[in-house]
C-alpha cells in the first residue's frame, strides 16, 4: 500500500470523517434488511437484486472514502503549490537585486 495512503488513513480525521459514518451507514442497513426485506428473503432475491442490495451497501462507504482522499490529496497539492510559489519568490529576490546593484554600478561608473 502507498505510504501516503496509509498516513492518511491513519489520521484521526479519517475516523470521524468515514468510519463513523460509515458504522452508522451498517447500521441503517442491516436495520432496513432486518425490517424490510428480511434476511430469509435475501437468499430469494434474483441476481440484479443481490446486486443491487450489494451496491446499495458498499457504494456510499466507498464514495466517502474516495471524497475523503480526494480532499486529503487536494490539501497536499495545495502546501506544494505554496512552498514552490515562496521558492520561485525567493529565486527571484536575488536576481531583482543583482540587477538594481549592477544598475547602481553602472551608474558609478559614469
Known amino acids: ?3 501516503k495512503l496509509t498516513e492518511i488513513i491513519q489520521k484521526n480525521r479519517f475516523q470521524f470523517t468515514v468510519t463513523a459514518p460509515t458504522v452508522v451507514w451498517l447500521l441503517i442497513f442491516i436495520l432496513f434488511i432486518s425490517f424490510w426485506v ?7 432475491l434474483l441476481p ?16 466517502m472514502t474516495i471524497i475523503y482522499i480526494v480532499l486529503c490529496t487536494m490539501a497536499d497539492v495545495r502546501q506544494v503549490a505554496s512552498n514552490f510559489q515562496q521558492h520561485a519568490e525567493l529565486i527571484k529576490a536575488p ?6 546593484s549592477s544598475s547602481a554600478a553602472e551608474t558609478k561608473d559614469q
Open 38 to 44: 428480511g434476511w430469509r428473503n435475501l437468499f430469494d
Open 48 to 63: 440484479h437484486e443481490i446486486a443491487i442490495v450489494f451496491l446499495a451497501l458498499i457504494m456510499p462507504i466507498l464514495f
Open 95 to 100: 536576481s531583482d537585486t543583482r540587477s538594481a
Open 1 to 3: 500500500m502507498n505510504s
